[in-house]
């Protein structure tokens, strides 16, 4: 039954890569507004590396909230918190199949790097890493209160183009802020003129984030 209070929670879990039993290491992989679980797993023919099991979520009606990521949070729920709920969800799938946190990377596009983003920022922790292609934290503003704890090191990347027309950059420059002060180990790359989308240097840096696990 389709629950109107967490709307993604009743939509399935799409895999790729390593079956979890056997990887070393697990990426929760979070689809932008319109797209699909299946589609953003597309990214990990880029990837590269073995031994990683690849879990995608799926958005009801393939978006995770219905209006712009910088709106008063309020007016983005249940949408928000059922995402970050299905993060959580993956993270703990993951977990009982013996996958620690510390090998754990949550990566997200667009609205999903929104989720990302903020899921890593409430739930501090040693995580694998967190990354964010083209998003930043969630709300009109970003309350410093909201996010406490520590990350203890975890490789945190931001990329985002420095004109897209859905993500301000300054919001970037935000959350990259709040994740150092949370104790991430931050890189943030800004793009001249890139665009809403993905660039090859950022499919390197995961790349390489992904094989260090």
């Not at 993604?8 to 790729?16: I, S």
Request: glycine share 12%.
């Amino acid at each position: 039954m389709h629950d109107s209070d967490s709307p993604h929670q009743d939509q399935p879990l799409t895999t790729a890569g390593s079956n979890l039993d056997d990887a070393d290491a697990a990426a929760i992989l979070l689809h932008g507004r319109g797209a699909t679980a299946q589609s953003v797993l597309q990214l990990t023919d880029h990837f590269e590396v073995e031994n990683i099991a690849y879990l995608a979520p799926q958005a009801a009606g393939n978006t995770w909230y219905p209006n712009p990521f910088t709106a008063p949070v309020e007016s983005n729920e249940p949408g928000r918190t059922s995402g970050l709920r299905a993060i959580g969800g993956a993270i703990s799938e993951a977990e009982s199949a013996g996958i620690p946190t510390a090998n754990t990377v949550s990566l997200g596009f667009s609205q999903g790097a929104c989720l990302a983003s903020e899921f890593a920022a409430r739930n501090p922790d040693r995580y694998g890493g967190v990354v964010a292609l083209s998003g930043g934290l969630i709300g009109e503003s970003i309350d410093l209160e909201a996010y406490d704890g520590d990350l203890d090191g975890t490789p945190v990347f931001l990329g985002c183009s420095d004109s897209d027309p859905h993500i301000p950059a300054e919001r970037v420059r935000e959350s990259a802020a709040v994740f150092e002060r949370l104790g991430g180990d931050v890189t943030k790359r800004l793009y001249e003129g890139m665009g809403h989308g993905i660039n090859d240097d950022e499919i390197e840096f995961v790349s390489g984030l992904l094989a260090d696990l």
